[in-house]
């Protein structure tokens, strides 16, 4: 893969085993050829217990970027346990979209062939920047045209699914559309639209420090694409839920 040194190949899984988790799920990936950039789901190369394992390493590197802060942890009571800490929130809630496989959705057939236009949102998402790690946080709107074919899925589910695509770090304009590929293949409607507002902190906290900018980006597929009063009816309904 492009990025990565050539895989060296093991001749045992007991080879394997003396390598940290996080080498091992980097041979499972190079080995499948299989891209593991920063918004990627890599759960399909996680075995069980080695979350824990990552869990452990991460807080090791950590704590060296903390020292190499020139901070010191061990007298300084406020960050005696942050290596520990950050670690488990990358891992387990931040980031946590990049290692857990997709929830559990259940699907229901469009037993009575709604096809008039629905709106889910808003929905409050997080996520991280890829460049500089800092906060995004915003609202999601979706727009679903359904067909007679379409599968129906309930309210609280469009939340799991934005929850899990949103948890890893990205840029606003890749996550909107993971997360448009995403429905599109679960529901299969006629038309798609999704929108989402942000506020990103890296604007906040570096650079021009300005907090009062928004980024507002959509994806618009199918009906929504095609026809514009469609489109403009979805818009001017998404104005007055803001």
Same mark, same amino acid.
Request: glycine letters at 4%; charged letters at 30%; proline letters at 4%.
């Given at each position: 893969?492009?990025?990565?040194?050539? =895989?060296?190949?093991?001749? !045992?899984?007991?080879?394997?085993?003396?390598?940290?988790? !996080?080498?091992?799920?980097?041979?499972?990936?190079?080995?499948?050829?299989?891209?593991?950039?920063?918004?990627?789901?890599?759960?399909?190369?996680?075995?069980?217990? &080695?979350?824990?394992?990552?869990?452990?390493?991460?807080?090791?590197? +950590?704590?060296?970027?903390?020292? *190499?802060?020139?901070?010191? =942890?061990?007298?300084?009571?406020?960050?005696?346990?942050?290596?520990?800490?950050?670690?488990?929130?990358?891992?387990?809630?931040?980031?946590?979209?990049?290692?857990?496989?997709?929830?559990?959705?259940?699907?229901?057939?469009?037993?009575?062939?709604?096809? &008039?236009? +629905?709106?889910?949102? @808003?929905?409050?998402?997080?996520?991280?920047?890829?460049?500089?790690?800092?906060?995004? +946080?915003?609202?999601? %709107?979706?727009?679903?045209?359904?067909?007679?074919?379409?599968?129906?899925?309930?309210? !609280?589910?469009?939340?799991?699914?934005?929850? %899990?695509?949103?948890?890893?770090?990205?840029?606003?304009?890749?996550?909107? =559309?993971?997360?448009?590929?995403?429905?599109?293949?679960?529901?299969? @409607?006629?038309?798609?639209?999704? #929108?989402?507002? *942000?506020?990103?902190?890296?604007?906040? %906290?570096?650079?021009?420090?300005?907090?009062?900018?928004?980024?507002?980006?959509?994806? +618009?597929?199918? *009906?929504?694409?095609?026809?514009?009063?469609?489109?403009?009816?979805?818009?001017?309904?998404?104005?007055?839920? #803001?």
């Amino acid at each position: 893969m492009r990025g990565e040194q050539a =895989t060296p190949i093991f001749r !045992s899984e007991e080879d394997l085993a003396r390598l940290a988790a !996080s080498e091992r799920i980097r041979y499972r990936l190079m080995g499948a050829d299989c891209r593991f950039h920063a918004n990627d789901n890599i759960s399909a190369y996680i075995q069980d217990g &080695e979350i824990d394992e990552l869990r452990t390493e991460v807080e090791a590197k +950590m704590q060296e970027v903390l020292r *190499a802060l020139v901070i010191d =942890t061990e007298s300084d009571h406020n960050t005696n346990e942050t290596a520990k800490r950050v670690a488990k929130m990358f891992l387990t809630e931040v980031f946590r979209g990049r290692y857990v496989p997709m929830p559990a959705v259940t699907e229901f057939p469009n037993a009575e062939r709604l096809n &008039e236009l +629905m709106i889910v949102g @808003p929905i409050k998402v997080r996520s991280a920047c890829s460049h500089h790690l800092c906060p995004i +946080m915003g609202k999601v %709107w979706i727009g679903i045209m359904p067909n007679e074919h379409s599968n129906l899925i309930g309210l !609280s589910k469009y939340a799991r699914i934005c929850d %899990w695509i949103m948890s890893r770090p990205q840029i606003q304009e890749e996550a909107v =559309t993971m997360l448009a590929n995403e429905l599109q293949s679960r529901v299969k @409607p006629d038309g798609l639209a999704i #929108v989402m507002e *942000a506020d990103h902190f890296c604007m906040h %906290w570096r650079g021009v420090k300005d907090d009062e900018s928004m980024m507002t980006n959509s994806v +618009m597929r199918g *009906a929504f694409l095609k026809d514009a009063n469609l489109r403009r009816e979805f818009l001017s309904l998404l104005s007055k839920k #803001v």
